[in-house]
């Protein structure tokens, strides 16, 4: 039966590729021809009705020589130099008149290629990230050159605000599968080492901090707060704010005031109880808007932050207690009424992943309610961070307790799935309370139907040391920070890795 359903899924995702509009879409931004004339500072190119439109723009490129792998010999491709730019301004049949824009060297028999400098998108972040796999300098709005719009049945191209190309995604017949269960897959999980941070991180996510609609990555360090801009392969320290006394434990973004940004709520601990803080970006300056709040905060989904913004009061007697919606309008942080919470709820750990209500108890289990019905307990023991705070026991002793890492929500081959950390307690933790931990691993949450989840394992996504958080960010990219301890403080160091999951 297991063989039958991946071979039944494997059937359906090669068809639905091999059909997708992508690959339309790469083509369509693709187009290139050939310059077949020259006369009275226009040029003739190759490509007619169908390929191009009236005052689209071409580079004009001169090909030189063959560029060859020396240690293959195979041909990589040509040495290419622009010349000039050129617009068309005829089309017929099966080539095309464009004007000279600029370019004094521009001969018979140089490449053509569309200039695309600006491309907007309209629609699904879903769709953004499918389509910007193959467009390169997507971004989202509206006002570009070219302008992608999502729609039911497929995609649509506008150039200069009218329509020139639709490219229709593939409709599944009825009777067909239209979804496997995750059970069926075996999923590999590749981590890919972004950057090493100077020190242990507390806690990490992502958000828009700027306003500018794009993500950066937020991280919580022992005594400090840092803003980085995400870059593909790296990350830019924008901003560093010094935390007030205290120990911080957690940090969460949301869009829970009346700017089109996200705040950062910074979880904090001070004496014997909670006394957290909302920060947000200014220019590249960090400010506070609200400080001793006596609860450690989170926006539980993003996609409904301040519906979803919730406080637990926490202090040494009691840990975690009450829990409580809140509102925030300036500097004001409002008490909305009671957030019925189910027994023994966390909200360090706690996010909504679709419509359940995920966290990891005070035991270490991954508990999953869809309102007040408990749909899914784990056996194992889940959680587990170097964040933590040291509480006193009687005159002398001292426990350390310990803070969970949040989950996230993403996307795996259409699959809407949360991630989970576990971390496993190294020896010295185990039987002489120093926190150390010996490696971390991902999970999957996925609901097979409704209130049926499933828990698995990422097959190679264990890391050593603990992970300390997992985002995701709008365009789908897995970040996963991990903490690793030294004999002595000084060796203490985080990194920042993207983890890569595939189909085996």
């Known amino acids: 039966m297991r063989k039958a359903c991946l071979v039944l899924f494997a059937l359906i995702v090669s068809v639905a590729f091999a059909q997708s509009p992508m690959e339309d879409l790469k083509k369509f931004f693709s187009r290139e021809g050939y310059v077949i004339k020259l006369e009275d500072g226009q040029v003739l190119i190759d490509l007619g009705k169908g390929k191009v ?39 017929y049949d099966s080539y095309s008149v464009a004007k000279i824009n600029s370019g004094k060297n ?182 506070p808007l609200k400080t001793d709040i006596p609860y450690i905060m989170a926006v539980l989904d993003k996609n409904r932050p301040k519906e979803t913004f919730v406080g637990q009061r926490f202090d040494f007697d009691n840990k975690f207690g009450q829990t409580v919606r809140l509102s925030f309008d300036g500097e004001n942080l409002k008490e909305l009424g009671i957030f019925e919470a189910p027994r023994g709820f966390r909200v360090d750990s706690a996010f909504y992943y679709k419509n359940y209500l995920v966290f990891t108890d005070s035991s270490g289990r991954i508990r999953v309610f869809d309102g007040s019905n408990e749909v899914f307990s784990s056996e194992e023991g889940f959680g587990g961070s170097y964040s933590y705070v040291e509480i006193a026991v009687g005159s002398a002793g001292k426990i350390n307790y310990v803070f969970n890492p949040r989950g996230a929500v993403g996307d795996i081959l259409g699959f809407k799935v949360a991630y989970v950390i576990k971390n496993a307690a190294g020896i010295v933790q185990r039987f002489l309370d120093i926190v150390k931990y010996s490696r971390g691993d991902v999970f999957l949450i996925d609901e097979q139907r409704k209130d ?25 990219r897995l970040l996963v920070l991990t903490g690793r301890t030294g004999t002595i403080p000084l060796q203490n160091k985080g990194e920042l890795y993207e983890i890569e999951i595939k189909v085996l």
């Open 452 to 476: 049926v989840i499933l828990l698995k394992q990422l097959v190679g996504g264990n890391l050593e040391e603990a992970i300390q958080s997992v985002v995701v960010t709008k365009d789908g």
């Open 53 to 91: 439109k009236e005052g689209e723009v071409f580079s004009v490129v001169e090909e030189g020589k063959e560029i060859i792998n020396p240690v293959t010999g195979k041909v990589l491709g040509k040495e290419r130099r622009t010349v000039g730019e050129v617009k068309i301004d005829k089309v």
């Open 106 to 287: 521009i001969m018979v028999g140089d490449k053509a290629i569309l200039y695309v400098h600006d491309v907007c998108y309209e629609g699904s972040d879903e769709g953004f990230f499918k389509v910007s796999s193959v467009v390169d300098g997507l971004k989202k709005g509206s006002g570009c050159t070219y302008t992608i719009k999502e729609f039911k049945d497929g995609y649509g191209v506008e150039f200069l605000g009218s329509p020139v190309a639709f490219y229709a995604v593939p409709q599944m017949a009825k009777g067909q599968i239209e979804r496997a269960s995750l059970q069926d897959l075996k999923l590999l999980a590749r981590s890919k080492l972004i950057k090493s941070l100077p020190s242990i991180p507390i806690s990490a996510d992502v958000g828009d901090v700027m306003g500018n609609g794009r993500d950066y990555l937020v991280v919580l360090y022992s005594g400090r707060l840092e803003v980085y801009e995400l870059l593909k392969n790296d990350i830019v320290k924008r901003a560093t704010y010094s935390l007030p006394a205290g120990t911080a434990v957690d940090v969460s973004l949301g869009r829970i005031g009346k700017e089109s940004k996200d705040y950062i709520i910074v979880n904090m601990i001070s004496g014997d109880r909670a006394s957290s803080l909302i920060l947000k970006m200014v220019g590249d300056s960090l400010i």
